[in-house]
């Protein structure tokens, strides 16, 4: 796999900034990892989806809107004929096996810049961009959104460790320093 360069290597910078005292918000980029989608046809959502979860370590293929882990990767259902396939970068990137009949995978590891956002105001800067209830009693881990940032497509999900963003690499950049410069008013840790 080749390591592409962040596009956010311009203006990433590790430390802490903004309010004094504990940060409310962490901000991770996520590298490494791979991204496959899987799209079925119409009559072709069953085979698609077992492949898509065979690869993910999954016993089957999540609903619309939900997100399962295998011991593979994550696996989300983005849209009603679309999985996303997310891999961590110390596990292996799987090569699927799907006739063209059944559905296309394509491979999208240099689309998407990951955002791991953490900490007590997470949610609440999040909600300065996202139209979304995030309260963690709602946003529950295994759900995924396919949401609007700033008039970009971004999809969000919950896990153990915190709110996840998958952006668009060419406009990350300019969704990072959004984040970050509001970030500052609670607090910010990036890393």
């Not at 989806?49 to 997100?67: D, H, K, N, T, Y």
């Not at 593979?72 to 970068?89: D, F, S």
């Not at 963690?136 to 919950?158: D, E, I």
């Amino acid at each position: 796999m080749a390591n592409a360069i962040s596009p956010l290597q311009p203006i990433r910078r590790a430390g802490q900034f903004g309010a004094p005292g504990k940060p409310g918000v962490t901000i991770q980029e996520v590298t490494g990892y791979g991204l496959l989608q899987f799209s079925a046809w119409g009559t072709t959502l069953a085979q698609t989806g077992a492949e898509a979860a065979r690869l993910a370590g999954c016993s089957v293929a999540p609903e619309p809107g939900r997100v399962v882990s295998g011991f593979n990767g994550i696996l989300m259902r983005v849209e009603p004929l679309k999985w996303w396939l997310v891999t961590p970068a110390d596990r292996s990137h799987p090569k699927p096996e799907l006739a063209a009949e059944e559905g296309a995978v394509l491979d999208m590891q240099d689309a998407r810049c990951w955002l791991r956002i953490s900490g007590d105001k997470a949610e609440v800067l999040l909600n300065h961009f996202l139209p979304l209830n995030l309260r963690p009693s709602v946003f529950v881990v295994g759900v995924v959104a396919t949401t609007a940032f700033h008039h970009v497509g971004a999809t969000l999900w919950r896990d153990a460790d915190g709110l996840n963003l998958l952006l668009p690499r060419s406009s990350a950049l300019s969704l990072w320093q959004l984040l970050s410069e509001s970030a500052h008013q609670y607090g910010l840790i990036e890393e």
